[in-house]
């Protein structure tokens, strides 16, 4: 098994990321409700992708992942209006 090349790099401090696929610098993310949303987004892409592959056990967990993420914007919203 071989890693991929490359990795993650960081961008300097203080610095907005210069595409949305960039990782952003610590507080520099927008907070938890942004963070959950890109999360479920992301993931709802990765399931389907899954799903396309017949990748079964990644589309269960992933598919998991989504609906945590999901939940966690619905109960989030719900406290935000009362």
Excluded: Y
């Amino acid at each position: 098994m071989s890693k991929a090349a490359g990795g993650r790099k960081r961008k300097a401090s203080g610095k907005k990321p210069d595409s949305p696929t960039e990782v952003p610098e610590r507080g520099e993310e927008g907070g938890p409700d942004e963070a959950v949303a890109f999360i479920a987004e992301t993931v709802a892409e990765l399931v389907k992708l899954a799903e396309r592959h017949r990748l079964e056990v990644l589309t269960h967990l992933l598919g998991m992942a989504q609906l945590e993420a999901e939940e966690r914007l619905r109960t989030r919203s719900k406290h935000k209006l009362s």
